[in-house]
């Protein structure tokens, strides 16, 4: 959908149904940044839950008094970027692997998120980097960059990509036999069912969640084991997405509670109530920063968490990042060996 | 890595082929550019994976229904809808492409997008070729298509559709003056065009997924193909699905994989300034329309 319809839209539903206030809001960051003037206008709080560039946060910070409106529970991409430079300090820490091959989706944020592991992570901690590909949305051939990441004595492959299509590079690296170990992120390998979808070849797949409950829930954390058994209980099915549910479900417990502390539902009033939010959920524990981000990290005791699983041979999930979630160490997969 | 690069570009190249070749028959021989062929592409594999996964019927039989309803999908469009703006270029396309985007937007809209919209590969083993492991899948992918170009030639060379096929192509008048029925044939080689689309989409799919998004593609994709090869020649769209399917790995491994969408675009341009008519096409020169 256009930036102009969804905007469009998002007035529409303000004017029409009246709301107190909005939760998971625009898709897209485009949107929502777009949308922060009209929000700001008819003054209705936004828990935003799925976009995740961090400029609405910059706006909010720059001018606080018009934008305050805005918040988000999910992730955001900054955080991203320091689960997937943890992910590979893990990885270096256990096999010394620091040659990787990076390839992402051709769009904004999983270029950008790239960009920013090497210039972050990489580039500081004596990794070698490569070949950065990027790959057009609807891309069902990888063949040319498993070829280089072969040739090339690639030992960790970082993925970053939200298409359907992603799965397929795993297929891929699985039958051509790369003997890298593929870390980071493909949202169709998020849920339990990406087993199946992909014909058992994801074994060994390191991938991450964006935040705990989506998808996938920790047993460290038993708050987020409830809330994927009761999801099941009443849907009879596992939530598949890795991105957006367990903010989402958040958010309105975030939302109740701030209602609840200022016992009104005027909307600076409510905004008031979210920035004095600190509440330990299905994510860990919850606050909102100065740019109304919710704040992660790697301890569900102090903040939000994202988690990385690793697909077992056997088709099951393994917690395996953060330290304090993980249920096992990651494993190399078949014909793989350390670099220690 | 050279070898692999060859091997991937030889699979790439028939996969555009397959692509393409559905598309082109259509044109060869009734002249309707069918702009709604990446649509049924889509539609045969929706119908695939609703059968296979809905209805629980075995892969090949879901395989086999489906590109029959295609067919018969595509017969119905010609005698329903084109049939009666035939031979008006404008209104065949406009037509075409009208039914393509309601087929998939309805799709779109009824949420089929998604990653678990995917089919079954054939095998999930792979072999070395030149260095490189190659899945079944696409291995198989190079066979079919050899198969279904040695299959269209022995059809179009020695059977009587075949011929009447050629026939209605080379002069349609002179084809009627010896009995051949135009609209039965042009009927026909929509609905053959589309069961090409539909073989296509059964063993292409399994490398990726099912998207509206990809009917577009593969529309956009089998008209480079054809245009390059020169719109109506099976020999052009062998030639051209080779160029492109090995400028398109090559410019993937040896400049960058973002430069790859270009590829395809940058060879219609260059043959259309140099040989407006394809490759291979027969369609008049520019002098000739001057």
Same mark, same amino acid.
């Given at each position: ?340 | ?129 030149? &260095?490189?492991? $190659?899945? !079944?899948?696409?291995? @198989? +992918?190079?066979? %079919? *298509?050899? /198969?279904?170009?040695? #299959? ?62 990809? &009917?577009?593609? $593969?529309? !956009?994709?089998?008209? @480079? +193909?054809?245009? %390059? *090869?020169? /719109?109506?020649?099976? #020999? ?55």
């Amino acid at each position: 959908m256009p930036v102009p319809e969804a905007l469009l839209g998002l007035e529409k539903i303000i004017l029409e149904k009246k709301p107190t206030a909005l939760m998971v809001g625009p898709f897209r960051s485009e949107a929502l940044i777009a949308g922060m003037d009209i929000i700001a206008k008819y003054k209705v709080p936004l828990l935003g839950t799925i976009a995740m560039a961090p400029g609405s946060e910059k706006k909010i910070k720059e001018e606080p008094q018009k934008y305050k409106y805005v918040f988000r529970t999910c992730l955001n991409a900054v955080h991203l970027v320091k689960f997937l430079s943890g992910t590979m300090g893990a990885i270096n820490k256990q096999f010394g692997f620091n040659k990787v091959y990076v390839m992402t989706q051709d769009v904004a944020w999983a270029r950008a998120t790239a960009d920013l592991v090497k210039k972050l992570y990489f580039d500081k901690s004596g990794w070698t980097v490569l070949g950065m590909e990027s790959y057009p949305t609807g891309t069902s051939d990888f063949s040319s960059a498993l070829m280089k990441a072969r040739a090339q004595g690639a030992q960790v492959i970082m993925p970053v990509f939200d298409m359907p299509q992603s799965g397929t590079l795993v297929k891929q690296w699985n039958t051509m036999k790369v003997p890298a170990i593929m870390a980071g992120f493909i949202s169709p390998l998020a849920g339990s069912e990406a087993w199946k979808i992909f014909d058992g070849k994801i074994g060994g797949v390191l991938n991450t969640t964006f935040e705990l409950g989506s998808a996938m829930a920790a047993s460290k954390l038993p708050a987020s084991t409830n809330f994927m058994q009761k999801y099941q209980k009443k849907y009879g099915q596992e939530i598949q997405a890795g991105h957006g549910p367990a903010p989402s479900y958040e958010s309105v417990y975030i939302l109740k509670e701030a209602i609840e502390r200022t016992g009104s539902l005027d909307p600076d009033a409510i905004v008031a109530g979210l920035e004095k939010t600190d509440r330990q959920g299905v994510m860990g524990r919850i606050r909102y920063d100065a740019g109304h981000q919710a704040v992660y990290g790697f301890d569900p005791a102090e903040t939000g968490v994202s988690l990385v699983s690793q697909w077992t041979d056997s088709g099951k999930r393994i917690v395996v990042f953060p330290d304090s979630l993980a249920e096992n160490a990651i494993q190399l997969p078949t014909g793989l060996k350390s670099a220690k | 890595m050279f070898a692999g690069t060859i091997v991937f570009a030889l699979i790439n190249s028939f996969i555009l082929i397959l692509m393409a070749i559905g598309f082109n028959l259509t044109f060869g021989i009734s002249g309707v550019a069918n702009f709604a062929y990446g649509a049924l592409y889509i539609m045969s594999a929706y119908m695939s994976w609703t059968m296979l996964n809905l209805l629980h019927l075995p892969f090949w039989a879901s395989a086999v229904l489906s590109i029959g309803f295609t067919m018969i999908s595509g017969a119905l469009m010609y005698r329903f809808v084109l049939l009666r703006v035939r031979g008006q270029a404008l209104s065949e396309v406009i037509a075409t492409f009208g039914i393509g985007l309601a087929i998939l937007e309805l799709f779109r809209y009824l949420g089929l997008v998604g990653f678990e919209y995917t089919l079954p590969v054939f095998s999930n083993e792979s072999f070395m070729i030149a &260095g490189a492991y $190659v899945d !079944i899948q696409r291995i @198989a +992918i190079v066979l %079919i *298509g050899l /198969l279904l170009v040695l #299959g269209l030639w022995l059809f179009t060379h020695f059977t009587a559709t075949g011929l009447a096929f050629r026939a209605i192509a080379q002069d349609e008048r002179t084809a009627l003056t010896f009995g051949i029925d135009s609209d039965w044939a042009a009927t026909l080689s929509v609905s053959f065009g589309a069961g090409l689309a539909a073989i296509a989409a059964t063993i292409i799919i399994p490398l990726g997924s099912i998207a509206p998004d990809e &009917g577009y593609d $593969v529309l !956009i994709k089998a008209l @480079a +193909i054809c245009i %390059i *090869g020169g /719109l109506g020649s099976t #020999g052009g769209v062998i030639v051209a699905g080779f160029i492109v399917g090995f400028a398109e790995r090559f410019t993937d491994t040896y400049i960058g994989s973002h430069w790859t969408m270009i590829v395809s675009l940058a060879a219609i341009l260059l043959v259309l300034a140099i040989k407006p008519s394809g490759l291979f096409g027969r369609q008049k020169e520019l002098e000739e329309r001057i």
